[in-house]
């Protein structure tokens, strides 16, 4: 792949949702060292993401929905995020803006890209593409609440800009998409 890395083989172990692999390469060191490492890599397609803000009310539209990795973990299960999910073969901000109507049923204006992230690179394969739109009440085209034959039960949480920034400080947001588009909103207005 790279004069200091070759893969020498990977192993399907498990194809779902995503795949599960088993890959074995060696790997070159600076110091010209070879090391033979085997990672697993769980690979389930990239994701689009977006934060909602309405600047005339200074308000995020959010969404809190199940999510199992959190309660093995032995966390609350219900996270608080922003609206996204998979690319399915679409353009980044064709798919944002697909994932922002069928979970807030807002139809947001003015999209923006902020910056594409890996936010587990040691195992996923995912990479997430933020972006920043607005919403008011014109934006509004349906009820929202996400595709049930998905699995998908979402409620929506409107919060005060405020609020929510706080709540990343005080562990009420642990998701990582949404602390750094509330961030990345929170240093545009510095």
């Known amino acids: 792949m790279t004069d200091r890395i070759s893969i020498i083989s990977a192993k399907l172990l ?15 060191h600076k110091s010209g060292t070879v090391q033979r490492l085997e990672r697993e890599v769980y690979d389930h397609g990239s994701a689009a993401a977006m934060l909602l803000h309405d600047p005339a009310r200074d308000t995020v539209l959010l969404v809190r929905q199940f999510r199992l990795p959190p309660l093995l973990n032995g966390d609350a299960p219900d996270l608080l995020e922003v609206c996204a999910g998979l690319l399915d073969g679409e353009a980044p901000a064709i798919a944002v803006a697909r994932e922002a109507l069928e979970e807030t049923g807002h139809d947001p204006m003015d999209v923006r890209h902020v910056c594409d ?29 996400g595709l049930e034959h998905e699995g998908e039960e979402i409620e929506l949480v409107e919060l005060d800009f405020s609020q929510a920034l706080a709540m990343t400080r005080d562990g009420r947001i642990v998701d990582a998409k949404t602390i750094i588009l509330l961030q990345h909103l929170a240093l545009q207005r510095a």
Do not use: M
Not at 14 to 28: A, E, H, I, P, Q
């Open 117 to 145: 992230i890996y936010s587990c690179p040691g195992s996923l394969t995912e990479k997430v593409s933020l972006f920043l739109g607005l919403y008011d009440q014109d934006t509004l085209r349906h009820a929202g609440g």
């Open 14 to 28: 498990v194809k779902n949702w995503g795949t599960l692999s088993n890959v074995t390469l060696d790997y070159r």
